[in-house]
């Protein structure tokens, strides 16, 4: 599975320049490429409102929050999102390209697998960041 070299480029300014919130990706013609990206004024919902209900995509999530002691800090998340309603085949080919595309960006924390929104909630984000 190719990666398309826009990928990799908008994902390090939303690390180094925090230019994005979040990013999706899709698989199209046997590459991963950029569906949509977000700009840093939007928040958690726009983010899930941009991932389809029956397909599958990849995803980066810049999370910010504060520290016990009120220090902010953000941490990015790579998201495997794979609905239980999108078709096997599709599931099968995210599932297998998953781990070389996430080698690509260098840079993320923490990964989350969610089949449906809540395994990827902001109470879940919260936790794995504590």
């Known amino acids: 599975m190719a990666v398309h070299d826009d990928c990799k480029l908008r994902f390090m300014e939303l690390k180094t320049k925090r230019t994005h ?4 990706y899709k698989i199209e013609d046997k590459q991963v ?8 004024s939007e928040t958690y919902e726009d983010f899930t409102a941009h991932l389809p209900a029956d397909e599958c ?20 998340f790579f998201i495997a999102w794979s609905p239980d309603t999108s078709k096997v085949r599709s599931k099968m080919i995210y599932a297998s390209s998953k781990d070389r595309f996430r080698r690509e960006l260098d840079g993320i924390q923490i990964e989350l697998q969610a089949t449906d929104p809540t395994e990827m909630g902001l109470d879940v984000m919260k936790n794995r960041v504590n």
């Open 33 to 40: 490429v950029v569906d949509k990206l977000g700009e840093p």
């Open 57 to 76: 995509r990849y995803a980066v999530f810049d999370y910010d929050f504060l520290t016990a002691e009120n220090v902010p800090k953000s941490r990015i």
């Open 21 to 24: 919130r979040f990013i999706v």
